[in-house]
T-cell receptor, first 121, second 111 residues
Framework: GAVVSQHPSRVICKSGTSVKIECRSL??????MFWYRQFPKQSLMLMAT?????????EQGVEKDKFLINHASLTLSTLTVTSAHPEDSSFYIC?????????????????FGPGTRLTVL | GDSVTQMEGPVTLSEEAFLTINCTYT??????LFWYVQYPGEGLQLLLK?????DKGSNKGFEATYRKETTSFHLEKGSVQVSDSAVYFC??????????FGTGTRLTVIP
């Protein structure tokens, strides 16, 4: 149980185009989903926290107009990189926290997706 | 601010060797501490956690003890296996529901 999927796993796009990455919790409902970015040989950096039905909270230094996050349901969050540029090339990882502690999992538990490798040419 | 400093890798060990991956943290308040593992081609998985000082988290033969006096949460395993080859991340969480990660340590276990 507690599986999180991401689609696509890899994407290559041209500079100036927009790319959408989906994050789905497959067997649980997620009140909160998180988006991280990982540079080579570096840590995961939190970009934003999204709660179902409300606006995402972005970390300092993350452009909300460039990285659009939508969390329209309890099982799906999307990250859209708008007008992508080569410096946006990175590994994007999402995670999800279960909806209810009574499901046997505390709210401090995050289940991670396998990541999406974005390359902008 | 909150941060995690983790032993740099890569680490290469022979099967059945003893493993230690060091992790120290800086945090305001009283954080929860975590070790996550990422196997090749998979997402991060929670390996173990500790929520208060002197707690010991353990799972799959791995252990880590929350040491407040040394602000450390070192990961140990007495006898590693080839299947333990992965990237290990130390992380902390304070009041908010977001995690601060270390840079990750790649472990390779050779037969």
């Amino acid at each position: 149980g507690a599986v999180v999927s991401q689609h696509p796993s890899r994407v290559i796009c041209k500079s100036g185009t927009s790319v959408k990455i989906e994050c789905r919790s497959l067997d649980f409902q997620a009140t909160t989903m998180f988006w991280y970015r990982q540079f080579p040989k570096q840590s995961l950096m939190l970009m934003a926290t999204s709660n179902e039905g409300s606006k995402a909270t972005y970390e300092q230094g993350v452009e909300k107009d460039k990285f659009l996050i939508n969390h329209a349901s309890l099982t799906l969050s999307t990250l859209t990189v708008t007008s992508a540029h080569p410096e946006d090339s990175s590994f994007y990882i999402c995670s999800a926290s279960p909806h209810s502690p009574s499901a046997g999992r505390g709210t401090d538990t995050q289940y991670f997706g396998p990541g999406t490798r974005l390359t902008v040419l | 601010g909150d941060s995690v400093t983790q032993m740099e890798g890569p680490v290469t060990l022979s099967e059945e060797a003893f493993l230690t991956i060091n992790c120290t943290y800086t945090a305001t308040g009283y954080p929860s501490l975590f070790w996550y593992v990422q196997y090749p081609g998979e997402g991060l998985q929670l390996l173990l956690k500790a929520t208060k000082a002197d707690d010991k988290g353990s799972n799959k033969g791995f252990e880590a003890t929350y040491r407040k006096e040394t602000t450390s949460f070192h990961l140990e395993k007495g006898s590693v296996q080839v299947s333990d080859s992965a990237v290990y991340f130390c992380a902390l969480k304070t009041g908010a529901n977001n995690l601060f990660f270390g840079t990750g340590t790649r472990l390779t276990v050779i037969p």
